[in-house]
């Protein structure tokens, strides 16, 4: 398994951006860097996805550097309702393996 | 309609029996998972399962046998249970094997064991 190493916890105050980084030094040519959220109770879902530079969507942004050896998940003016475990897996679009979640990051924002 | 489905969503046993959790996904996934996460959030792969086939098989106790009796569904059966197998377990699919493949997650079966 492709492991991937995380902060345990951060926190952080309601309104501000917090950056998440994720340490993957063996990713592999075919991997992919994909980013879950996981609420209490609830079982983690898909916030973002990235294979090298920058992507963007509604809810989040990837940065990833050229070697690709670690990842930052950026969450933009942080509320309440953000505060859950994120964990970033690293793995290929194909073949049976690279399942690594390990702890993930708890992230308690602040009011 | 809920995507992944696991039953039952809280189970509490005594040590030595045996249990089963059944999970369904109506997503037409080929891919269906079980992971079990401890009490620090650390989330680990058991098994995983591609059109019916057992493609993942980690280092998991023998008295853990899932069984997948169609693409939809993959239960989990649990023999002997012990103190150490209280934990989440959450059953998961995605259109095709692979770690970059979407993953959609159950609400989990909450399992302690007396």
């Known amino acids: 398994l492709a492991k991937t190493t995380q902060p345990i916890s951060m926190d952080s105050y309601e309104g501000q951006e917090v950056n998440i980084t994720c340490s993957h030094n063996?990713?592999?040519?075919?991997?992919?860097i994909t980013w879950y959220q996981q609420f209490p109770s609830q079982g983690p879902r898909f916030i973002i996805q990235?294979?090298?530079t920058k992507v963007t969507n509604e809810v989040a942004s990837l940065f990833i550097p050229a070697d690709r050896k670690s990842s930052t998940l950026s969450l933009p003016r942080v509320s309440l309702s953000d505060t859950a475990v994120y964990y970033c897996?690293?793995?290929?679009?194909?073949?049976?393996?690279?399942?690594?979640f390990g702890t993930g990051t708890r992230l308690t924002v602040i009011p | 309609d809920t995507a992944v489905s696991q039953t039952p969503k809280y189970l509490v046993t005594q040590m030595g029996n045996d249990k089963s959790i059944k999970c369904e996904q109506n997503?037409?996934?080929?891919?269906m998972y079980w992971y079990k996460q401890d009490s620090k959030k650390f989330l680990k792969i058991m098994f995983s399962y591609n059109n019916k086939e057992l493609i993942i098989n980690e280092t998991v106790p023998n008295r853990f046998s899932p069984k997948s009796p169609d693409k939809a569904h993959l239960n989990l059966h649990i023999n002997s249970l012990e103190l150490g197998d209280s934990a989440v377990y959450f059953c998961?699919?995605?259109?095709?094997?692979?770690?970059?493949?979407?993953?959609?997650f159950g609400p989990g079966t909450r399992l302690t064991v007396l």
């Open positions: 997503l037409g996934h080929d891919t």
């Open positions: 897996l690293v793995g290929a679009k194909t073949g049976a393996n690279n399942l690594f």
């Open positions: 998961a699919s995605s259109h095709a094997s692979g770690g970059a493949n979407e993953q959609f």
């Open positions: 990235g294979y090298k």
């Open positions: 063996n990713i592999a040519t075919n991997d992919y």
